[in-house]
């Protein structure tokens, strides 16, 4: 029997996060208020007896902290100020109330559940801070690092140390483990993947290592395609989790037989519940299951999806 946790699984499709949002309407200022954000990353746990408690944050936490104005708007996503002089020794100082939700989370989960941090991997949150939001083609910051790969570089420096001082105070604050989102790798050419997102992921993974060792780190570079075997092997993740486009006869041969794999039910099955995601969930089973694993989603919960349809897959996946 796999473990099972769920990307977003403390969000908008649960009334009682809903309910909580209500105290404090700022996303940024919710994830950023220790005692509300610990009670959103137990929620799932406590409603669904998941395995792994995975933090309340957001990947833009990284950018916010830097000094990037960031703020959020229902219903039409992140919006972020143009990028300006970045203040990398202020990092630590802004993102330790995220440390204290960690701390506060780690005294409450039951020993046998674990506690996952994360952060956005340096690709994808510099997406967001140069196009100054979400993006369908990816045109304003692929036009950066391909036209001026020498100034992007300084961008990517910035984030990746940011993100290993922010990840190693997960850590230390209680993180049993700890994923890298890189969301929008799939939409770089091969070169650039390898300079982008492996090896800025490669420089973080040595360096917490170096530091916690044992702390096991997962990658998710969403979109990778046959480059998720390249980014397996070179990166220096210990697992990866795999998005829904993601063959699984491939993932168990190319990737799953090198270390964990993690994934990958479409979250759309999720919401259409039934015997659809049944079948799905059948078929990742009898294709992983018999090596080292740990059931998830291709990306995270809908804010659609009714609670009732996690409840009956975390029972699908356990009988």
């Not at 799932?44 to 995975?54: E, S």
């Not at 039409?76 to 109330?97: C, N, W, Y």
């Not at 919401?271 to 990742?284: K, L, S, T």
Request: aromatic share 10%.
């Amino acid at each position: 029997m796999p473990p099972i946790w769920l990307m977003r699984q403390a969000g908008r499709y649960l009334p009682e996060y809903r309910t909580l949002r209500e105290r404090i309407p700022y996303f940024l200022v919710f994830c950023m208020t220790p005692e509300l954000a610990a009670e959103a990353t137990l929620q799932p746990i406590r409603r669904f007896g998941l395995d792994a408690a995975i933090l309340f944050a957001d990947i833009l936490v990284v950018p916010h902290a830097l000094g990037q104005q960031v703020s959020f708007t229902e219903g039409e996503g992140p919006a972020l100020a143009p990028l300006g002089k970045l203040q990398p020794a202020e990092v630590a100082r802004r993102v330790a109330p995220v440390w204290d939700t960690v701390r506060r989370v780690k005294g409450e989960l039951a020993k046998e559940v674990a506690l996952i941090g994360f952060a956005g991997s340096p690709w994808t949150v510099a997406t967001y801070m140069v196009e100054g939001g979400t993006s369908r083609d990816f045109n304003n910051v692929r036009y950066f690092a391909f036209n001026k790969p020498e100034g992007f570089q300084l961008l990517i420096d910035i984030v990746v140390e940011a993100t290993i001082t922010y990840l190693k105070g997960q850590i230390e604050a209680g993180a049993d483990a700890v994923q890298l989102f890189d969301s929008w790798a799939g939409v770089l050419p091969e070169a650039e993947f390898r300079r982008w997102v492996i090896e800025p992921t490669r420089r973080i993974t040595e360096a917490l290592k170096k530091a916690h060792p044992t702390v096991p780190i997962i990658g998710f570079p969403r979109g990778a395609g046959v480059l998720y075997e390249a980014y397996r092997r070179e990166s220096g993740v210990d697992a990866v989790s795999l998005d829904q486009t993601v063959p699984l006869a491939w993932a168990r041969d190319r990737l799953q037989s090198v270390g964990p794999v993690q994934g990958n039910l479409d979250p759309v099955l999720l919401v259409v519940g039934g015997e659809p995601m049944e079948a799905a969930v059948r078929d990742i089973r009898a294709q992983l299951g018999h090596g080292p694993f740990v059931f998830n989603l291709g990306h995270g919960i809908l804010p659609q999806t009714p609670p009732e349809n996690v409840a009956e897959l975390v029972a699908l996946v356990r009988r």
